[in-house]
């Protein structure tokens, strides 16, 4: 089983930036798939989940109405569009499936 995050980089707040999460070594579309992230210091914390079809989706309260979860699974991808990126989101973002993790890609909002 492989996840493999990209898409992480420096934004300035305010700004944009799309997580992908590219899986392999299960059927992809059988499994419900979330984001979680750890900034420095803190412990690991859920961002958002999303169910095996795409259908049900839920959000941290910290990112809702900024962030969107979601996947293709004929890409056996998932996404985490992130949009007016704030300093508090600077951190490791970390796809997960119910049993593996991926290895992280860092998201650092500052100007």
């Known amino acids: 089983v492989q996840l493999v995050e990209s898409g992480g980089g420096l934004v300035q707040p305010g700004g944009s930036l799309r997580l992908s999460c590219a899986a392999s070594?299960?059927?992809?579309?059988?499994?419900?798939m979330s984001w979680y992230r750890q900034a420095p210091g803190k412990e690991r914390e859920l961002v958002a989940f999303i169910s095996s079809a795409g259908g049900i989706t839920n959000y941290a309260d910290f990112v809702k109405g900024r962030f969107t979860i979601s996947r293709d699974n004929a890409k056996n991808t998932v996404y985490l569009q992130m949009n007016s990126l704030k300093p508090e989101d600077t951190a490791v973002y970390y796809c997960?499936?119910?049993?593996?993790w991926g290895q992280g890609t860092r998201v650092t909002v500052s100007s």
């Open positions: 070594g299960f059927t992809f579309s059988n499994y419900a």
């Open positions: 997960k499936s119910p049993s593996y």
